[in-house]
Protein backbone atom coordinates (compact mmCIF):
# COMPACT_ATOMS: atom_id res chain seq x y z
CA UNK A 1 0.00 0.00 0.00
CA UNK A 2 1.27 3.74 -0.93
CA UNK A 3 1.26 5.78 2.13
CA UNK A 4 3.23 8.31 4.06
CA UNK A 5 3.08 8.24 8.22
CA UNK A 6 4.17 11.38 10.03
CA UNK A 7 5.61 11.36 13.55
CA UNK A 8 7.44 13.63 16.26
CA UNK A 9 4.98 15.78 17.14
CA UNK A 10 3.47 17.00 20.54
CA UNK A 11 3.51 19.22 22.98
CA UNK A 12 6.24 22.24 22.95
CA UNK A 13 6.70 25.53 24.94
CA UNK A 14 7.41 28.68 22.88
CA UNK A 15 11.47 29.27 21.02
CA UNK A 16 11.92 25.34 21.32
CA UNK A 17 12.38 23.25 18.87
CA UNK A 18 10.71 20.12 17.28
CA UNK A 19 11.94 17.22 13.94
CA UNK A 20 9.01 15.71 12.33
CA UNK A 21 9.58 12.45 10.21
CA UNK A 22 7.22 11.72 7.03
CA UNK A 23 8.39 8.11 5.91
CA UNK A 24 6.96 6.45 2.63
CA UNK A 25 6.54 3.00 2.01
CA UNK A 26 5.10 1.43 -1.40
CA UNK A 27 7.12 3.31 -3.72
CA UNK A 28 10.13 4.47 -4.81
CA UNK A 29 10.60 7.33 -2.23
CA UNK A 30 13.43 9.31 -3.80
CA UNK A 31 11.19 9.75 -7.03
CA UNK A 32 9.23 12.47 -5.35
CA UNK A 33 9.17 15.51 -4.62
CA UNK A 34 8.01 16.43 -1.28
CA UNK A 35 5.73 19.40 0.63
CA UNK A 36 4.74 19.66 4.07
CA UNK A 37 1.08 21.37 5.14
CA UNK A 38 -0.21 22.57 7.96
CA UNK A 39 -3.85 23.17 8.94
CA UNK A 40 -4.42 25.47 12.34
CA UNK A 41 -7.50 24.44 14.28
CA UNK A 42 -10.29 24.94 12.84
CA UNK A 43 -8.48 27.32 9.71
CA UNK A 44 -7.76 26.29 6.52
CA UNK A 45 -4.87 24.70 4.45
CA UNK A 46 -1.49 26.06 4.37
CA UNK A 47 1.38 25.35 2.37
CA UNK A 48 4.79 25.26 4.24
CA UNK A 49 7.66 23.51 2.63
CA UNK A 50 8.38 21.56 -0.18
CA UNK A 51 11.66 19.56 -1.48
CA UNK A 52 12.16 18.13 -4.48
CA UNK A 53 13.89 15.16 -5.79
CA UNK A 54 17.62 14.39 -6.13
CA UNK A 55 17.27 14.22 -9.75
CA UNK A 56 15.97 17.65 -9.53
CA UNK A 57 18.75 18.92 -7.55
CA UNK A 58 16.51 18.47 -3.69
CA UNK A 59 16.39 22.31 -3.61
CA UNK A 60 14.05 23.25 -1.40
CA UNK A 61 11.31 26.38 -0.72
CA UNK A 62 9.72 28.02 2.08
CA UNK A 63 6.49 29.79 2.91
CA UNK A 64 7.89 33.20 4.23
CA UNK A 65 6.11 32.59 7.80
CA UNK A 66 8.75 29.91 8.42
CA UNK A 67 11.58 30.64 6.34
CA UNK A 68 14.71 30.95 8.23
CA UNK A 69 13.18 29.32 11.33
CA UNK A 70 12.07 25.63 9.27
CA UNK A 71 14.26 23.48 7.70
CA UNK A 72 13.22 20.10 5.66
CA UNK A 73 15.54 17.86 4.34
CA UNK A 74 15.19 14.26 2.66
CA UNK A 75 17.18 10.85 3.45
CA UNK A 76 15.86 8.82 0.42
CA UNK A 77 18.10 5.70 1.81
CA UNK A 78 15.40 5.72 4.95
CA UNK A 79 12.29 6.81 2.44
CA UNK A 80 11.85 9.66 4.96
CA UNK A 81 11.44 13.75 5.00
CA UNK A 82 12.15 15.64 7.94
CA UNK A 83 10.70 18.93 8.82
CA UNK A 84 13.34 20.53 11.55
CA UNK A 85 11.31 23.39 13.04
CA UNK A 86 13.14 25.94 15.29
CA UNK A 87 12.37 29.26 16.96
CA UNK A 88 8.35 27.85 17.11
CA UNK A 89 5.95 30.31 17.92
CA UNK A 90 2.56 29.68 19.10
CA UNK A 91 0.70 30.37 15.59
CA UNK A 92 2.75 27.40 14.73
CA UNK A 93 0.11 25.53 16.33
CA UNK A 94 -1.32 22.74 13.69
CA UNK A 95 -1.43 19.74 12.51
CA UNK A 96 1.05 19.15 9.91
CA UNK A 97 0.64 17.14 6.55
CA UNK A 98 3.62 15.36 4.51
CA UNK A 99 2.42 14.59 1.09
CA UNK A 100 3.98 13.42 -2.14
CA UNK A 101 3.72 15.61 -5.17
CA UNK A 102 1.30 13.35 -7.56
CA UNK A 103 1.92 11.59 -10.76
CA UNK A 104 -0.54 10.57 -13.28
CA UNK A 105 -1.31 6.76 -13.93
CA UNK A 106 1.54 7.13 -16.64
CA UNK A 107 3.92 8.46 -14.45
CA UNK A 108 4.08 11.67 -15.11
CA UNK A 109 4.45 14.34 -12.20
CA UNK A 110 1.57 16.20 -11.65
CA UNK A 111 3.11 19.71 -10.99
CA UNK A 112 3.14 20.83 -7.77
CA UNK A 113 -0.35 18.95 -6.84
CA UNK A 114 0.15 15.89 -4.17
CA UNK A 115 -1.73 12.86 -4.71
CA UNK A 116 -0.47 11.07 -1.21
CA UNK A 117 -1.12 12.52 1.96
CA UNK A 118 0.01 11.44 5.59
CA UNK A 119 -2.62 11.19 8.69
CA UNK A 120 -1.08 14.06 9.56
CA UNK A 121 0.37 14.94 13.35
CA UNK A 122 -0.51 17.53 15.74
CA UNK A 123 2.29 20.28 17.13
CA UNK A 124 1.39 22.40 19.84
CA UNK A 125 3.31 25.20 20.55
CA UNK A 126 2.24 26.40 24.19
CA UNK A 127 3.70 27.26 27.68
CA UNK B 1 1.92 35.70 -4.01
CA UNK B 2 -0.90 34.60 -5.69
CA UNK B 3 -4.04 35.16 -3.43
CA UNK B 4 -7.37 32.21 -4.42
CA UNK B 5 -10.38 33.40 -3.45
CA UNK B 6 -13.18 30.74 -3.33
CA UNK B 7 -16.73 31.02 -3.26
CA UNK B 8 -19.48 30.27 -1.29
CA UNK B 9 -17.87 29.65 1.94
CA UNK B 10 -20.30 27.47 2.49
CA UNK B 11 -23.38 25.83 0.76
CA UNK B 12 -26.06 23.65 1.51
CA UNK B 13 -27.49 21.08 -0.76
CA UNK B 14 -29.14 17.60 -0.63
CA UNK B 15 -28.63 14.38 -2.07
CA UNK B 16 -29.20 14.70 -5.42
CA UNK B 17 -28.24 17.98 -6.13
CA UNK B 18 -25.37 19.74 -8.38
CA UNK B 19 -22.88 22.39 -7.13
CA UNK B 20 -20.87 24.45 -8.16
CA UNK B 21 -17.62 26.01 -6.61
CA UNK B 22 -15.52 28.62 -7.43
CA UNK B 23 -12.17 29.44 -7.41
CA UNK B 24 -10.53 33.15 -8.79
CA UNK B 25 -6.59 33.83 -8.54
CA UNK B 26 -5.30 37.10 -8.19
CA UNK B 27 -2.90 36.18 -11.02
CA UNK B 28 -3.53 34.22 -14.25
CA UNK B 29 -1.98 30.74 -13.66
CA UNK B 30 -2.66 28.96 -16.38
CA UNK B 31 -4.12 25.59 -15.90
CA UNK B 32 -1.68 25.45 -12.82
CA UNK B 33 -5.02 23.98 -10.30
CA UNK B 34 -6.06 21.46 -8.13
CA UNK B 35 -8.79 20.74 -5.81
CA UNK B 36 -8.85 18.94 -3.01
CA UNK B 37 -11.74 17.53 -0.61
CA UNK B 38 -11.58 17.17 3.08
CA UNK B 39 -13.41 15.60 5.91
CA UNK B 40 -13.10 16.46 9.19
CA UNK B 41 -10.17 14.72 11.02
CA UNK B 42 -8.78 13.54 8.16
CA UNK B 43 -6.35 14.86 5.60
CA UNK B 44 -7.15 16.55 2.06
CA UNK B 45 -8.25 14.30 -0.95
CA UNK B 46 -6.83 15.30 -4.40
CA UNK B 47 -9.35 15.27 -6.94
CA UNK B 48 -8.75 17.75 -10.11
CA UNK B 49 -5.10 18.57 -11.17
CA UNK B 50 -4.25 20.65 -13.94
CA UNK B 51 -8.01 22.22 -13.23
CA UNK B 52 -9.78 19.81 -15.32
CA UNK B 53 -8.40 16.50 -14.86
CA UNK B 54 -10.11 14.08 -13.11
CA UNK B 55 -7.51 11.97 -10.19
CA UNK B 56 -7.45 8.55 -10.41
CA UNK B 57 -10.02 6.63 -8.55
CA UNK B 58 -12.16 9.84 -8.12
CA UNK B 59 -15.59 9.93 -9.49
CA UNK B 60 -16.92 11.08 -12.30
CA UNK B 61 -19.80 13.33 -11.17
CA UNK B 62 -16.46 15.86 -10.08
CA UNK B 63 -14.98 17.91 -12.45
CA UNK B 64 -13.10 20.69 -12.99
CA UNK B 65 -13.12 23.65 -15.76
CA UNK B 66 -11.05 26.99 -15.80
CA UNK B 67 -8.13 28.74 -17.20
CA UNK B 68 -6.27 31.51 -16.15
CA UNK B 69 -7.92 33.31 -13.29
CA UNK B 70 -11.59 31.46 -13.20
CA UNK B 71 -11.85 27.89 -12.01
CA UNK B 72 -14.64 26.16 -11.04
CA UNK B 73 -15.43 22.72 -9.35
CA UNK B 74 -18.55 20.81 -10.23
CA UNK B 75 -19.95 18.20 -8.42
CA UNK B 76 -23.43 16.91 -9.91
CA UNK B 77 -25.63 14.64 -8.14
CA UNK B 78 -24.11 15.07 -4.39
CA UNK B 79 -23.92 11.48 -2.67
CA UNK B 80 -23.45 11.50 1.32
CA UNK B 81 -19.99 10.94 0.75
CA UNK B 82 -19.89 13.94 -0.78
CA UNK B 83 -20.32 16.18 2.20
CA UNK B 84 -17.22 17.54 2.82
CA UNK B 85 -14.91 20.82 2.67
CA UNK B 86 -13.38 21.77 -0.34
CA UNK B 87 -10.38 23.74 -1.44
CA UNK B 88 -8.57 25.44 -4.52
CA UNK B 89 -4.54 25.21 -4.68
CA UNK B 90 -2.54 27.11 -7.03
CA UNK B 91 -0.13 24.92 -8.25
CA UNK B 92 1.82 27.88 -10.83
CA UNK B 93 4.52 28.74 -8.72
CA UNK B 94 5.61 29.12 -4.66
CA UNK B 95 4.54 29.78 -2.65
CA UNK B 96 1.80 27.21 -3.39
CA UNK B 97 -2.05 28.98 -2.08
CA UNK B 98 -5.29 27.60 -1.39
CA UNK B 99 -8.63 29.33 -1.20
CA UNK B 100 -9.97 29.22 1.75
CA UNK B 101 -12.18 26.56 1.60
CA UNK B 102 -15.90 26.08 0.88
CA UNK B 103 -17.88 23.76 3.49
CA UNK B 104 -20.74 21.86 1.85
CA UNK B 105 -23.39 20.81 4.19
CA UNK B 106 -26.42 18.73 4.29
CA UNK B 107 -29.76 20.81 3.42
Known amino acids: EVQLVESGGGLVQPGRSLRLSCTAS????????VSWFRQAPGKGLEWVSF??????????EYAASVNGRFTISRDDSKSTAYLQMNSLKTEDTAVYYC??????????????????WGQGTMVTVSS | DIQMTQSPSSVSASVGDSVTITCRAS??????LGWYQQKPGKAPKLLIY???NLQSGVPSRFSGSGSGTDFTLTISSLQPEDFATYYC?????????FGGGTKVEIK
Open chain 1, 99 to 116: SREGTTIFGVIIHHAFDI
Open chain 1, 26 to 33: GFTFGDYA
Open chain 1, 51 to 60: IRSKAHGATT
Open chain 2, 27 to 32: QGISSW
Open chain 2, 50 to 52: GAS
Open chain 2, 89 to 97: QQANNFPLT
